[in-house]
């Protein structure tokens, strides 16, 4: 495996050019490349990493170039649990500390459906919350909730402590399956945060 990495570590300028090739293919019509279309082979582990605040680092030095790490992260695919960057002719994985992305922006909006959230994660992405991209809460190690938004196909954005206080402030209370819960809406869906009870101790 070390030197299945070191080749890909080798390879990255490479990488680059590919994955700036399928942008420019997928720019064409206007999206993302589609990556889950592509099953090229493993090449190996890249020693790149995502650390939890969202700063993608490369051979352990954080990667400065905000339009570089937008480009990997169009070709970034998640299976079985693992993160890769994909192209039609190479995969390699990478690791992920936490959540690939981070939402660092909350828009609150309305339509037929009520209200409506939309984020800005750290690579510019608009994602509209909805059944389709959905909010998840988890527990997090100092025993409060870190909430985290579905992007696409897996790959998720954790929602920064600012955000989450938002969120909050926004949340009510409504009955899912017979209990009272408090969450959020967004989309013509509710995401559950906690129990109403226990939301209201903590506040």
């Known amino acids: ?32 490349p589609p990556v889950h279309l592509w099953n090229p082979p493993f090449c190996g582990d890249l020693d790149m990493r995502i650390a939890s605040d969202g700063t993608w680092f490369y051979l352990g030095t954080p990667i400065g170039r905000p339009a570089l790490v937008r480009l990997f992260s169009t070709i970034l695919k998640r299976e079985d649990g693992k993160h890769f960057l994909v192209t039609p002719v190479e995969k390699v994985g990478i690791t992920v ?41 988890e527990v997090a190690e100092d025993g409060g909730l870190m909430p985290y938004l579905h992007v696409r196909a897996d790959l998720w954005a954790k929602v920064t402590r600012a955000l989450y206080y938002d969120l909050v402030d926004i949340g009510e209370e409504r009955m899912v399956d017979g209990q009272a819960k408090f969450g959020i809406a967004s989309g013509g869906a ?7 009870e226990q939301m209201r101790e903590a506040l």
């Open 1 to 32: 495996m070390a030197k299945q990495g070191q080749t890909a570590n080798r390879n990255l300028d490479g990488l680059t050019a590919a994955a700036r090739d399928a942008a420019g293919e997928a720019a064409k019509g206007k999206g993302l």
């Open 97 to 137: 500390d936490d959540a690939p992305f981070t939402a660092v922006e909350m828009l609150k909006e309305a339509d037929s459906r009520g209200p409506v959230l939309r984020f800005r994660t750290n690579v510019d992405d608009w994602v509209t919350c909805d059944a389709d991209h959905r909010l998840r809460f």
């Open 190 to 196: 509710f995401f559950a945060m906690a129990d109403a």
